[in-house]
C-alpha cells in the first residue's frame, strides 16, 4: 500500500483506500506501523480527510473522540455514561506488515502467510536501506488510453530494439 519512508516518524499518516474500505496507515509512538480504518466509532465519520500528515493523536472532527495512533480510543466525552468502557471502541485494526522499506496489508481475517516472501524480500533489498528513503519528486500522470497498454508498453521492451536501443544497455 506505500512505503515505509511515508511514514518515517512517529505521528506520520497517510490515506489509503482498498475498494470501498477507507484506511489510514500509521506510525505510532512505540515506531510500530499499523493500518487501521479510517472510520471513527462513534458515528463513523473519517478521522483523517487530506490525503497524509502528522498528528500526535487521532480526533474524530464530527465529536471528537481521540484515539492513539495504535488505534486505542481514549477520549470519547462526557456523554458516553457511567458504563461506557473505552476499551470496546478501539478503531479497527487491518493486518499490517512491513518489509525492505515497502508496507503491506490483508483486509483478511486470516490473512494468507506471507513470512517467507517478507524474509527474502528483506534480504535481497536490505543494501539499498529503503526504509530510509526519501520522496524526492510526486506525480500523477492521467494517462488518455487504455490502463492495461501503458502498463505493459512500459514494462516490457519489445520495440526497445527498434524505437530506443539505447535503453537496452540499462535494461537486465
Given at each position: 500500500v506505500g512505503h515505509a519512508s511515508q511514514v518515517s516518524?512517529?505521528?506520520d499518516w497517510f490515506r489509503f483506500d482498498v475498494a470501498s474500505e477507507p484506511l489510514i496507515i500509521a506510525r505510532g509512538a512505540d515506531g510500530e506501523v499499523r493500518a487501521l480504518l479510517n472510520v471513527c466509532r462513534h458515528r463513523g465519520s473519517k478521522l483523517c480527510l487530506s490525503k497524509k500528515g502528522k498528528v500526535a493523536k487521532l480526533v474524530c472532527p464530527y465529536h471528537q473522540w481521540t484515539y492513539e495512533?495504535?488505534?486505542e480510543l481514549i477520549y470519547a466525552g462526557n456523554e458516553m455514561g457511567e458504563n461506557?468502557?473505552?476499551d470496546d471502541y478501539p478503531l479497527h485494526?487491518?493486518?499490517c506488515r512491513t518489509a525492505g522499506g515497502y508496507i503491506f496489508i490483508s483486509l483478511a481475517k486470516n490473512p494468507p502467510d506471507?513470512?517467507?516472501f517478507l524474509k527474502d524480500m528483506e534480504l535481497y533489498l536490505e543494501p539499498y536501506d529503503l526504509d530510509n528513503a526519501k520522496?524526492?519528486?510526486e506525480s500523477t500522470i492521467v494517462e488518455d488510453a487504455n490502463w492495461k497498454l501503458v502498463i505493459e508498453n512500459n514494462r516490457e521492451c519489445y520495440h526497445c530494439t527498434g524505437s530506443?536501443?539505447?535503453l537496452l544497455n540499462s535494461l537486465l
Open positions: 516518524d512517529a505521528g495512533l495504535s488505534g461506557f468502557k473505552k485494526k487491518v493486518n506471507i513470512d517467507a520522496v524526492a519528486v530506443h536501443p539505447e
